[in-house]
């Protein structure tokens, strides 16, 4: 298996770190971004600028037929995803592989659910970066994409094909040995830090002055912790002590994904993230008091920014 040609789907916060290496790497006849509509016609005319880089890409649409991807890479936003499930449609043939890097615990059973797990691996992003009109500025070299099979210690053809590519690109990866794990200690951080910085209306420069705010930050990971551990998955203790040294490592002005949305009063993810653990935590009989605290408020915002009161 050799991966030869990439689609992107959600040239955001999380797709600006594939699609400059990938379209020097590959070239715009193998690397193409999926968008439709004002967003294509956006991003066609305008393209993206990358610390003071402006970036143009070859833009195909849903309807785009005969051509399918290697590699699929979604980066979207959970309000979107069942569009984007969608609109790939023409572009996974019989041997693409999908990488679906949004945040969360579920979207690659959603995925998997329409095009089967053949096509579908496990992935995430470590990655801290915000975008405004279509302008980002980070270190490309700070980040890194997670993924493969659930388990990985010996590599699958698949696994190994996307790491050659990712390699020849100068894309940072990590394939862990556990990705269930790896996808659960980053929603346990996104809960954490992701949920209270957006009820706060604080970055996360917050945690390294507040003790309020590193309290809600602590008692909602332990939440996720509890609801994993019951599940089986090993986190716990020494991961969030872990993290307590990372957190403080992130630029103290940067804003965290769902914190950016209610600002431009953009619809959240709150679904998947404090909605996600009140759910499951209701199903496992698990109290999860700060995110259904979390759930209910931010919910409230994006009621707010809808104009309802």
Request: charged share 25%.
């Amino acid at each position: 298996m050799k991966i030869n040609k990439v689609t992107l789907i959600g040239l955001g916060a999380m797709g600006v770190f594939f699609a400059p290496k990938l379209d020097a790497c590959l070239g715009k006849d193998r690397f193409r971004v999926l968008a439709s509509g004002e967003r294509r016609g956006r991003i066609e005319s305008s393209g993206v600028t990358l610390n003071g880089v402006t970036h143009h890409f070859r833009v195909i649409s849903p309807d785009f037929k005969g051509d399918p991807a290697d590699l699929l890479i979604m980066a979207v936003k959970d309000p979107g995803l069942d569009q984007a499930i969608e609109d790939i449609r023409n572009q996974v043939g019989a041997d693409t592989q999908i990488l679906c890097v949004m945040n969360g615990i579920d979207s690659e059973e959603r995925v998997a659910a329409v095009y089967g797990w053949e096509h579908v691996l496990y992935s995430y992003m470590r990655f801290s970066n915000s975008m405004k009109d279509s302008t980002a500025d980070f270190d490309p070299e700070a980040g890194s994409v997670h993924f493969g099979e659930a388990k990985n210690e010996v590599f699958s053809e698949r696994v190994r094909a996307i790491a050659e590519l990712f390699e020849a690109c100068g894309i940072n990866y990590v394939v862990e040995p556990d990705m269930i794990r790896g996808l659960w200690l980053k929603f346990m951080c996104n809960i954490g830090e992701n949920m209270t910085c957006a009820m706060l209306g604080a970055p996360f420069g917050v945690f390294r002055v507040s003790e309020h705010a590193n309290a809600l930050r602590r008692e909602a990971m332990w939440e996720v912790v509890r609801i994993a551990n019951r599940l089986g998955i090993d986190i716990g203790k020494r991961d969030m002590e872990k993290q307590e040294g990372t957190i403080q490592k992130l630029p103290f002005n940067n804003k965290p994904s769902t914190l950016q949305d209610l600002e431009k009063g953009r619809k959240t993810e709150i679904e998947m993230f404090a909605g996600k653990v009140v759910k499951i935590g209701r199903e496992l009989d698990i109290p999860t008091p700060v995110n259904w605290v979390f759930y209910h408020a931010i919910c409230a915002q994006e009621e707010k920014n809808a104009g309802l009161f």
